[in-house]
């Protein structure tokens, strides 16, 4: 069974300064999907970025960008230029590719970001 | 506005007292998923549907069930609810052909067993 691991329970930045969350997982499989989801106070869940395993090339979103690492089973969200708005927990994500439980997400355990104006 | 309707926002009941949550998508998607989310373990897949009348366990399916007799329609039933129930719920759903499209989750449903 896959398993992600967030080991950073909390994390501070100061506004305009960058910051990194750390992921890893473990998994057997060779083709799957890579996700940063974000969930405000209000409790939504929203997507950040997404990353296709087969792509050597991180995925970059505006200020957020990823360091896939495929060997290491590694995953981590870069934010920079932190904003006030980007205060929130962070679940990182495991999709695999295919098979008959191809929907299922799995998830970390949840990073809690802090940002200090 | 595609979107993922989950209702209620907020609920508190006693211990054994019968209880749904409603869950309908309007993007006509294939999958949906139940999830609860409790703190230091992340979000825990329930129960999903890939289908109409096609359903399967999740993680922790224990004490809850589904049903799917509509596509757009994955209602979470707790048959006897237990404190240990109380939790934060998601819905979510997402189509069955890539997994470029990501999913769609719900408000949540803050649940509350006394």
């Known amino acids: 069974a896959q398993t992600v691991t967030q080991s950073q329970p909390e994390m501070s930045v100061q506004e305009a300064e960058t910051v990194t969350l750390s992921c890893t997982y473990d998994t057997s499989e060779s083709d799957y999907y890579l996700f940063w989801y974000k969930q405000p106070p209000s409790r939504q869940m929203i997507l950040v970025i997404r990353?296709?395993?087969?792509?050597?090339q991180n995925a970059t979103e505006n200020r957020f960008s990823v360091n896939f690492q495929k060997a290491a089973k590694s995953f981590s969200l870069k934010i920079s230029d932190s904003q006030l708005g980007d205060a929130a927990m962070y679940f990182c994500?495991?999709?695999?590719?295919?098979?008959?439980?191809?929907?299922?997400?799995?998830f970390g355990q949840g990073t809690i970001l802090t940002v200090h104006p | 506005e595609a979107q993922v309707t989950q209702n209620p926002r907020y609920l508190i009941t006693v211990t054994g007292k019968k209880l749904t949550v409603t869950c309908s998508q309007n993007m006509n998607h294939e999958y949906m998923s139940w999830y609860r989310q409790d703190p230091g373990l992340g979000l825990r897949q329930i129960y999903y549907?890939?289908?109409?009348?096609?359903?399967d366990k999740g993680d922790v399916p224990e004490g809850y069930k589904v049903s799917r007799k509509e596509k757009r329609n994955f209602p979470l039933i707790l048959e006897s609810p237990s404190p240990n129930q109380t939790s934060l719920y998601f819905c979510?759903?997402?189509?069955?052909?890539?997994?470029?499209?990501?999913?769609?989750f719900g408000s949540g449903t803050r649940l509350t067993v006394v």
């Open positions: 994500a495991y999709r695999r590719y295919g098979g008959t439980s191809y929907g299922k997400l799995t």
């Open positions: 549907s890939m289908n109409v009348e096609v359903t």
């Open positions: 990353q296709e395993a087969y792509k050597q």
């Open positions: 979510a759903s997402t189509k069955s052909d890539g997994a470029n499209y990501g999913y769609t």
